[in-house]
């Protein structure tokens, strides 16, 4: 099915599950491989490998943060310039954010590779802690030029109408990522670079499928001579800056969270946060994966000036991020043991305590988390970064640093709570933006 029947004639609610369901399958396929790969570090290597890569894992999405900033910010324009039949502009858009996402790649990764054991230090991480995160930080950077396009072509598949072979892509990507994973550690007893090393390797092979297709002119895409200007440039940075700000300010959240956290429990409570992230990690991106699947269809039909199927596609994204958002709190609130023993077998019975007690509260988020996450990804979808950059900014730094100052003599406690009530914050946010919106 082609894009221009796929999104515009499509009924909005099986445009959702033609759409959104593969997309959230695809990030469930992600979410996987980033839960096993905690899993396998925490079980064939210990608990202190399991905080050293939680240590390093914000600046692990920092290095992908660019990328992102680029497949995102191009996406949106892309699919607008398509619903205006403007195909041209569409295609050198898409060739220089390619090239972009490679450039900045190269720079990010040559320069976290150098930084890595001066920042690791700066956290306060020392002795073997410290130099499991630096080899675990190293291998993502020596990669970097070849890992950070794979979310971006994503992107572009879904954009051309080939949900399922964005699918696929993710679910292979995952499947393998995770054989390697327990080859490396399991059998063949590698250190914890080997679990950085199986996951690039598996990011590499599927972008290399990704672009098969758009190289040999398969796709409605694909690649011309780049024609870069500074509109060109300006229109990316600030379609994808939302993102960009929300992946950058929150690992700097992360970073901050994980100094106090070293202050207030040391290695045990860097591990605690770690499995809090990675429950996160499982439940965010089938959030985005449904939301950012709509993303073309959205943009598509408010190109085409189909404001009343924007409506309708939206109302289907925010009931079904709903639905999901409040059954993740059930079910964290309900079985919170079952989940910390998935990271921290034959941990102490305090160190299960607190992870136990720190999911119970944390659960608390997800109760209103799908209600920013839902209007972030609508105001992207029409081209209206400010506001998008507002819930983001606020979401991931903002409101978790006001926080910890008013919540700091709870101590952990607090930055456990903090989790909950910055999300109740940013949807009041959101609320507020929704009901100014006026479509024209």
Not at 183 to 208: P, Q, S
Not at 307 to 331: H, T
Request: hydrophobic share 55%; proline share 4%.
């Amino acid at each position: 099915m082609n894009s221009q029947k796929l999104f515009l004639e499509t009924t909005p609610l099986k445009l959702f599950f033609t759409a959104a369901i593969p997309g959230a399958v695809s990030m469930l396929a992600s979410a996987l491989y980033q839960l096993i790969d905690g899993i396998f570090v925490g079980r064939f290597l210990g608990e202190t490998a399991f905080a050293a890569l939680n240590l390093a894992m914000p600046f692990v999405i920092i290095n992908f943060a660019l990328a992102d900033l680029v497949g995102v910010g191009s996406s949106v324009p892309i699919s607008i310039r398509l619903g205006r039949k403007e195909e041209k502009e569409a295609n050198n858009l898409f060739s220089c954010a390619c090239l972009m996402i490679v450039g900045a790649g190269l720079a990010v990764g040559a320069i976290l590779f150098l930084a890595a054991p001066t920042l690791i230090r700066l956290m306060g991480a020392e002795g073997d802690f410290a130099d499991m995160a630096v080899q675990y930080l190293r291998v993502y950077a020596l990669f970097s030029p070849f890992t950070t396009i794979v979310f971006a072509m994503d992107n572009y598949l879904r954009i051309c109408g080939k949900i399922r072979t964005s699918m696929v892509l993710n679910i292979l990507m995952s499947v393998l990522i995770v054989s390697l994973e327990y080859l490396f550690l399991g059998v063949l007893g590698f250190g914890i670079w080997g679990a950085a090393l199986a996951t690039c390797i598996g990011m590499i092979v599927c972008t290399l499928l990704a672009l098969f297709p758009f190289f040999f002119g398969k796709m409605q895409l694909h690649f011309t001579r780049p024609r870069f200007s500074r509109r060109l440039v300006r229109q990316i940075v600030a379609c994808g800056s939302p993102n960009f700000l929300n992946n950058i300010a929150g690992r700097i959240t992360s970073i901050l969270m994980n100094v106090l956290l070293i202050r207030f429990g040391g290695e045990t409570a860097v591990s605690v946060y770690g499995i809090l992230m990675y429950v996160d990690g499982f439940i965010q991106p089938l959030l985005y994966g449904m939301c950012d699947s709509l993303q073309p269809a959205v943009g598509y039909n408010w190109g085409a000036e189909r404001k009343d199927r924007v409506k309708s596609i939206e109302k289907c994204c925010y009931l079904a991020s709903a639905i999901l958002s409040i059954g993740s709190f059930f079910v964290i609130f309900l079985f919170p043991q079952p989940i910390a023993s998935l990271f921290m077998s034959g941990s102490s019975s305090d160190v299960a305590a607190m992870a136990v007690s720190a999911l119970l509260i944390f659960s608390f988020t997800y109760i209103t988390r799908w209600l920013s996450f839902a209007t972030q990804s609508f105001m992207l979808a029409i081209e209206k970064p400010v506001p998008a950059s507002l819930i983001s900014v606020s979401t991931a730094l903002v409101f978790p640093v006001i926080l910890v100052i008013i919540l700091w003599p709870l101590g952990l406690t607090g930055l456990w709570v903090n989790f909950g009530a910055t999300s109740l914050l940013a949807a009041v946010l959101s609320f507020v933006i929704l009901v100014r919106l006026k479509f024209k």
